[in-house]
C-alpha cells in the first residue's frame, strides 16, 4: 500500500505564502501532483512534476505564483504558494500517479490538507 501524506496548510492572509508538502515514496516512473477543490467547485490540478525529469506543469491558477519541487532522496514534493489569494482557499491534495500523469484520478490521493486565504 502507497501512502502519501501531505502537510503545511493553515490560514495565511492574502498575499502571504505556504509551502506545502507531500511525502510521497515516488518511482522513477511515476508523477506527483497537487489539486485542489474549492468548496462548490470541481476538483483541479495545480501543479504536476514528473520523477524521473522532474518535468513541470502548472495549471492555470499556479502560473506565476506557484513552484513545484522535489528532493528524491528525503523522496518529498513541495509546493510553495506565493501571492496567495482568497480564491486560493480550498483542500489541497497530493496524488502520485503510476502512470507517469496519465491517470490522476487512479493514483494514490493523500488525505488532503486545508489552506484558507483570508482577504
Known amino acids: 500500500q502507497v501512502q502519501v501524506v501531505e502537510s503545511g496548510g493553515g490560514l495565511v492572509q492574502a498575499g502571504g505564502s505556504l509551502r506545502l508538502t507531500c511525502a510521497a515514496p515516488?518511482?522513477?516512473?511515476?508523477?506527483v501532483g497537487w489539486f485542489r477543490q474549492a468548496p462548490g467547485k470541481e476538483r483541479e490540478v495545480v501543479a504536476t512534476?514528473?520523477?524521473?525529469?522532474?518535468?513541470?506543469y502548472y495549471g492555470d491558477p499556479a502560473k506565476g505564483r506557484f513552484t513545484i519541487s522535489m528532493d528524491r532522496a528525503k523522496k518529498t514534493v513541495y509546493l510553495q504558494m506565493n501571492s496567495l489569494k482568497p480564491e486560493d482557499t480550498g483542500v489541497y491534495y497530493c496524488?502520485?500517479?503510476?502512470?507517469?500523469?496519465?491517470?490522476?484520478?487512479?493514483?494514490?490521493w493523500g488525505q488532503g490538507t486545508q489552506v484558507t486565504v483570508s482577504s
Open positions: 496524488v502520485l500517479d503510476g502512470a507517469g500523469g496519465g491517470n490522476w484520478p487512479g493514483g494514490y
Open positions: 512534476i514528473t520523477w524521473n525529469r522532474g518535468t513541470t
Open positions: 515516488g518511482r522513477s516512473n511515476w508523477a
